[in-house]
């Protein structure tokens, strides 16, 4: 079996920072792409960044210049530093992976998702 386990979420004040992590766990041949998507109350799963396994990355527009993505290989960990946070960024994260597994090949799974709260 594979898991994802996210941590590192919990309630900010505007204007401070979070560092969310992700593990990947179990029987896992290569990790590929991983990423981030978060949810608000009454709002559709969205996007926040992705990395490819050579460090490519690609942000919401909304996160530009505030977010960081970073991954150790080594580690099957990827990483989300979260400054200059809004009252808008509140919302559940999940950590995405694409990751291959023996039988079954490549597979997308998914976290069970860490809640980030900034409010004063």
């Known amino acids: 079996q594979v898991h994802l386990v996210e941590s590192g979420g919990g309630l900010v004040q505007p204007g401070g920072s979070l560092r969310l992590s992700c593990v990947a766990s179990?029987?896992?041949?290569?990790?590929?792409?991983m990423g981030w998507y978060r949810q608000a109350p009454g709002k559709q799963r969205e996007l926040v960044a992705i990395?490819?396994?050579?460090?490519?990355?690609n942000y919401a527009d909304s996160v530009k210049g505030r977010f960081t993505i970073s991954r150790d290989n080594a580690k099957n960990t990827v990483y989300l530093q979260m400054n200059s946070l809004k009252p808008e960024d509140t919302a559940v994260y999940y950590c995405t992976a694409r990751l291959a597994i023996p039988v079954t090949g490549s597979n997308d799974f998914w976290g069970q998702g860490t809640q980030v709260t900034v409010s004063s």
């Open positions: 179990g029987n896992i041949l290569t990790t590929y792409g």
């Open positions: 990395i490819s396994r050579t460090g490519s990355t």
